[in-house]
C-alpha cells in the first residue's frame, strides 16, 4: 500500500500529543510515586469521569474494535455477541463491585488476590489468582498490537525500516511500545488515564462519524442490510435435539461478561476509583462506550455493503490481516485522508491505553502476590514500587516479542484460552465477597477442575472456537466453554467444602470483617 | 449506629437489574427480522435499545440506594 501522506501526518501529530501527555500526567494529582498504590492505582483518587475514561479506555480496547466489526463481516449475526456481552457487564458492576471496591479500600488492597489472601487466608489459593490473572492478560497485550499493526499497515508506513543504517523489523511497532513502556513506567496508571481522554474523544467522534456519512453514502441502513446474505443476519435457528447457535450466543454473552470483570486490569480500574458512589455511577454511564461497539460492530455489515473485500487496493491487507482488515479498508475507502488519520489515530491510542493498564495490572499481582509473598517478604512500598515499574516493562517485552516473532493466530488463541481460564477465579474473588463458608482448598480444587475442563474443550476444537456442544439429556447444547466449565468448576467448590468443612476442625483466618463490606 | 452490613436485606430495587438477563438470554424472542426500524432487523436494533434500557433500569437502584457515602 502506497504511503497516505495526509492521513501519517494526523496520525502522527496525534501521537505526539499523547506521548507528551503521557510524561506529564506525573504530576497530575501529584502523589508519591515510590508507593504502589499511588503508582499502580493512581492514588485511588480517580473521580466518577475519570474513571469512566479510564474504564472505557480499558474495556473497550483497540482490538475490540477490529475485531468484532470483523467477525460481524466475517461471520454475520454471531458476531453480535459482543452487544448482550456488554449489556450483562454493568447490573454486575452495579450489584456487586462496589463491596469488592469497599473492602479493598478498608484492607489495601490492591488485587483480587490480595482480597483471596486476607479473606480465606490461603497462599496456594491467592496465588492461584494471581497466576491465572497474568496468564490470562499476557496475550490480550499482545492482541492490542495487532489492532495497532492493522492501522499502521492501512496508512501504508513500512515495517520494516532503516535505523542507522540497520533494517529494523516491525519498527514503527517497536517505537510505539518503547514509548509507551517509558510513560508507564515514569507515570504509572496515571498516563492511561489522562491519555484515555484524548482516545475517547477520538473515537466518539470517528463512531459518530461513521454511522452517518457511511450509511448516507451507501444509500441507507435498509440498504446495508438487504446486501447480507440472509443465513448470516439471524442465527440459525435450533433443530430438535439440538439447540444450536442460539445457546452459544447466549453463552457467549453471558460467560464473556462474568469473565470481563475479573481480568486483572478491569480490577485496577474499579479500585483506582475514589469511591463506591463512583463504581455505582460507572455502571450507569459506561454504556455509552457500549453504544458505540454496537454501531462499531454495525460496520462489519457496512463493509459488506460497500464491497471493500473485492476492491483491488485493499488486497494486500485482506491478505496480511483477513477479515481484520475490514474496518480499516472501509474508512480508507469512505472518509477522506485526513479524517482516516483521526480514525487511525482513534485505533492506534486506543491500543496504547489498554496495553499500558493491562500492564500495570500485571505487575501489580507480579508484585504483591509473588514477590512480596514469596520472594522478599520484607521488602519496603519503595521497593516494592520499583519491583512493579519493572515488571511492567518486561510484561510488555513478551507482548511484543510474542507478536513479532509468533503467528498472530497463537495470540488470538491464548486470548480465547484467557477468557476460559481468568472465568475460573469467580468463585474465589466473586462469591468469596458474599460468604466465607468456601472451603480454600475446594476452591483451589474447583479452579484446576474449571480450567483443566475448559481447556480440554478448546483443545478438542483445535483452539479454533470457544464454544463447545454439550450432550445434555440427549440435547445437544453448544456453550460457551468458559461458561460450562465455570459450572463444574462451582459445582466442585460446593461440594467440597462441604466434605472439608465437615472434617476439618482448624479455625480458618479470615481478617476481613463484615464492616470493611459496608 | 448500623447494624452490621452483612445482615443489610437487598433494596428491592436490586431485582430491577435481573430483567436484562432475561431480555438478552432469551434469543429466540429476538432472533427474526421483523418489525424492522428504519431498516435495522429487529435482532439488531432490539439489542442495541437494550444497551439503554439496561442502564436505566440500574436508576432506581442508584437513586433510592444513597447511604449518605458519596
Known amino acids: 500500500m502506497s504511503l497516505n501522506p495526509v492521513a501519517v501526518t494526523i496520525f502522527l501529530v496525534l501521537f505526539v500529543c499523547v506521548t507528551v501527555l503521557g510524561f506529564a500526567a506525573a504530576r497530575w494529582r501529584k502523589g508519591d510515586l515510590s508507593h504502589l498504590h499511588e503508582w499502580g492505582l493512581g492514588g485511588r483518587r480517580f473521580g466518577t469521569l475519570v474513571t469512566w475514561f479510564l474504564l472505557g479506555g480499558d474495556l473497550y480496547t483497540a482490538y475490540t474494535f477490529v475485531a468484532v466489526p470483523a467477525l460481524m463481516f466475517g461471520a454475520g449475526a454471531m458476531g453480535f455477541f459482543a452487544v448482550p456481552y456488554t449489556v450483562l457487564v454493568y447490573p454486575l458492576m452495579f450489584a456487586v463491585f462496589p463491596r469488592l471496591w469497599a473492602v479493598a479500600h478498608a484492607k489495601g488492597y490492591v488485587t483480587a488476590a490480595d482480597f483471596v489472601r486476607g479473606r480465606f487466608g490461603s497462599r496456594g489459593l491467592a496465588l492461584a489468582v494471581a497466576i491465572t490473572g497474568i496468564v490470562a492478560t ?3 497485550i499482545a492482541l492490542q498490537l495487532v489492532g495497532m499493526e492493522v492501522v499502521l499497515a492501512g496508512l501504508g508506513i513500512p515495517m520494516t525500516m532503516t535505523i542507522f543504517g540497520v533494517p529494523v523489523p516491525d519498527a514503527p511497532l517497536l517505537i510505539a511500545f518503547v514509548v509507551l513502556a517509558a510513560y508507564t513506567y515514569n507515570s504509572g496508571l496515571r498516563a492511561p488515564a489522562m491519555i484515555a481522554v484524548v482516545k475517547d474523544a477520538l473515537l466518539y467522534i470517528t463512531v459518530l462519524a461513521a454511522v452517518i456519512i457511511i450509511p448516507a453514502e451507501l444509500g441507507g441502513y435498509a440498504k446495508i442490510f438487504a446486501s447480507i446474505d440472509p443465513k448470516a443476519l439471524l442465527l440459525a435457528a435450533g433443530k430438535p435435539g439440538n439447540l444450536g447457535q442460539q445457546a452459544a450466543y447466549a453463552t457467549l454473552g453471558l460467560g464473556s461478561a462474568l469473565a470481563l470483570l475479573l481480568y486483572p486490569h478491569s480490577m485496577t480500574g474499579l479500585l483506582s476509583s475514589s469511591s463506591k458512589r463512583a463504581v455505582q455511577r460507572n455502571a450507569v454511564i459506561l454504556p455509552a462506550y457500549s453504544f458505540a461497539l454496537g454501531l462499531i460492530a454495525l460496520l462489519g455489515f457496512m463493509a459488506v455493503a460497500a464491497g471493500v473485500k473485492a476492491m483491488p487496493e485493499f488486497a494486500a491487507g485482506f491478505k496480511s490481516f483477513g477479515n481484520n482488515f475490514a474496518v480499516p479498508a472501509l474508512f480508507l475507502h469512505s472518509f477522506p485522508a485526513w479524517f482516516v488519520g483521526v480514525a487511525f489515530a482513534a485505533i492506534a491510542i486506543g491500543a496504547l491505553v489498554p496495553a499500558a493498564i493491562m500492564s500495570i495490572a500485571c505487575a501489580n499481582l507480579f508484585t504483591r ?11 519496603s512500598t519503595r521497593q516494592e514500587t520499583d519491583v512493579a515499574k519493572i515488571v511492567s516493562l518486561v510484561v510488555k517485552l513478551g507482548a511484543l516479542f510474542f507478536i513479532i516473532e509468533l503467528p498472530t493466530q497463537y495470540a488470538i488463541q491464548l486470548q480465547l484460552l484467557g477468557g476460559i481460564w481468568i472465568i475460573q477465579t469467580l468463585p474465589a474473588v466473586l462469591l468469596g465477597l458474599y460468604t466465607r463458608w468456601l472451603h480454600p482448598r475446594a476452591l483451589l480444587v474447583g479452579w484446576i477442575a474449571g480450567i483443566s475442563a475448559g481447556t480440554w474443550m478448546a483443545y478438542l476444537n483445535a483452539f479454533k ?7 445434555i439429556l440427549g440435547t445437544v447444547v453448544p456453550c460457551y466453554a468458559a461458561f460450562s466449565a465455570l459450572i463444574l468448576n462451582i459445582v466442585v ?26 | 449506629m448500623d447494624k452490621p452490613a452483612a445482615k443489610r436485606r437487598f433494596h428491592w430495587s436490586y431485582w430491577l437489574l435481573l430483567i436484562p438477563y432475561v431480555a438478552m438470554m432469551w434469543v429466540p424472542y429476538y432472533n427474526r427480522v421483523e418489525p424492522q426500524l428504519a431498516g435495522i432487523p429487529f435482532f439488531y436494533w432490539y439489542q442495541l435499545a437494550w444497551i439503554v434500557l439496561g442502564a436505566v433500569l440500574l436508576l432506581p437502584a442508584y437513586l433510592l440506594t444513597t447511604r449518605g457515602d458519596r
Open chain 1, 138 to 140: 499476557m496475550p490480550y
Open chain 1, 369 to 379: 502476590n509473588i514477590y512480596k509473598e514469596f520472594l522478599n517478604p520484607d521488602a
Open chain 1, 465 to 471: 472456537s470457544s464454544t463447545y456442544a454439550l450432550n
Open chain 1, 493 to 518: 467448590a460446593v461440594v467440597l467444602s462441604a466434605i472439608f468443612n465437615a472434617l476439618s476442625r482448624a479455625p480458618r483466618i479470615d481478617t476481613t470483617t463484615a464492616e470493611d463490606y459496608a
